[in-house]
């Protein structure tokens, strides 16, 4: 098993730095699906460059990145230049070693807590049980999916600061799964901070911490222990880390200009470029009497559904975490592959609801056909003048499409294996007699 991560390791990071050799990384960073204003790598330069200039990047209208990153940046260019792209491939491959810490704990904590369940569990449910050999393959596919991933070796060879985003959000994963509070709130304080998103992730972040002290007092019964004292906790631990960046900040810019910068730009959507989201057309096409309640109607996408989903899937924190990340990338206002590459790389830690998915060879072909039509529609909307925008809204669209088919799917295949643990696999009636389950 050993051998194989390793070979993942070297395809992918021997395909990324052959690439970065050729003329493809230039296309890809001009790509809408990939750079987005808020990930594009040639705005982060000339923030860099106005920077250098004692200019503020921030007086303008082009540079959204934080103060934090933008002097990340600028030191990376300074020692390495033109190389800058060695930095990335360090990036990704330290996210192929999270990623394999990830899956070695999730595995852990899936053993973990069918050992505290099974004495609920149904005696015909034992063919669906995990077993610790199949949960050791977690490391080999969740890497494999990473390194040779289209989506992830696309946003690395763009330069996108998105995979630096990434990166935050599995460090968030990686401590909440170790337990470590102090440790999980700071890197999701960091996410929060570069791109906000994030912070819904503090709800199943407590959830997860209150899990794993009941099942220390071996106490698995969440009604006799109340985990307000973990929210408290959680998210005062994550206001002090998110206040100390915007601190420091204000130091390094010694001034707030920042905030409308980046996070204004995120709630207010003033850039309409195209991308692989919503928000573009439909903005576009709205009358600027409505813009204010549809800004509303959409941000609240991203956030509305962490109350009904934390009350339903309250046993399940770390599949709570993965589904918030995943809505909050589709439903952002400015979506990009690495949203994708995000969620995809993380896919396979449930593996085993696998055989229940019902829509799995239609999203794999939704996801192929836009991804491929995407830049074709694109090119003969804005060079051959043969399509409009309506052309590349309809592939955009059918991308979403796919996103939201998988995340519902995956919803279902678990309320569907959950449903099997504690009833079993032969559904029969009080008299006997075989009936189907069927989810409503």
Request: neutral net charge; glycine residues 2%; aromatic residues 18%.
């Amino acid at each position: 098993m050993e051998i194989v991560i390793q070979i993942c390791f070297i395809i992918g990071l021997s395909v990324r730095f052959w690439l970065f050799k050729t003329n493809f990384p230039a296309w890809l960073s001009s790509r809408v699906e990939i750079s987005t204003p808020l990930t594009s790598w040639k705005r982060m330069m000339e923030g860099v460059f106005l920077t250098r200039e004692n200019v503020s990047p921030y007086s303008g209208d082009l540079f959204h990145e934080t103060p934090l990153m933008l002097k990340f940046s600028n030191v990376m260019l300074e020692i390495f230049g033109q190389s800058d792209y060695l930095v990335f491939l360090a990036i990704d491959a330290l996210t192929g070693v999270l990623l394999m810490k990830i899956a070695k704990l999730f595995a852990r904590y899936l053993l973990q807590k069918q050992t505290n369940d099974v004495d609920t569990y149904s005696k015909d449910a034992a063919p669906i049980l995990l077993k610790a050999e199949n949960l050791k393959k977690l490391q080999v596919f969740i890497v494999a999916v990473h390194f040779l991933n289209p989506y992830s070796i696309g946003v690395c060879l763009a330069r996108s600061t998105g995979i630096i985003h990434n990166f935050l959000i599995l460090l968030a994963f990686y401590w909440t799964a170790k337990a470590n509070m102090i440790l999980s709130t700071l890197c999701l304080a960091m996410a929060t901070y570069e791109c906000f998103y994030p912070v819904v992730l503090c709800v199943p972040a407590a959830l997860y911490f209150y899990q794993c002290d009941c099942y220390q007092k071996k106490n698995t019964d969440s009604n006799t222990t109340s985990s307000l004292p973990y929210f408290i906790k959680t998210f005062i631990l994550f206001v002090f880390w998110l206040s100390l960046l915007f601190s420091i900040s204000y130091m390094l810019q010694d001034s707030l200009q920042f905030f409308n910068s980046i996070y204004g730009f995120i709630f207010t959507v003033p850039d309409l470029t195209p991308n692989i989201g919503v928000f573009w057309y439909f903005f576009t096409e709205m009358f600027e009497h409505f813009r204010v309640f549809f800004l509303f109607v959409f941000q609240i996408n991203a956030i509305v559904y962490t109350v009904p989903l934390a009350i339903r899937f309250k046993e399940q924190p770390l599949f709570l975490m993965y589904i918030l990340t995943f809505l909050t990338g589709v439903f952002k206002s400015y979506p990009s592959y690495s949203d994708v590459a995000l969620f995809l790389c993380l896919l396979p830690l449930w593996k085993h609801l696998f055989p229940y998915l019902r829509n799995s060879f239609i999203v794999t072909c939704m996801f192929i056909t836009s991804t491929v039509f995407s830049p074709l529609l694109w090119h003969l909307w804005l060079y051959a003048g043969s399509a409009n925008a309506n052309f590349y809204f309809a592939i955009t669209l059918v991308f979403t499409t796919a996103e939201i088919f998988l995340v519902t799917d995956l919803l279902y295949a678990n309320l569907r294996w959950e449903f099997d643990l504690n009833h079993g696999l032969n559904y029969k009636l009080e008299n006997g007699k075989e009936c189907q389950a069927v989810l409503e």
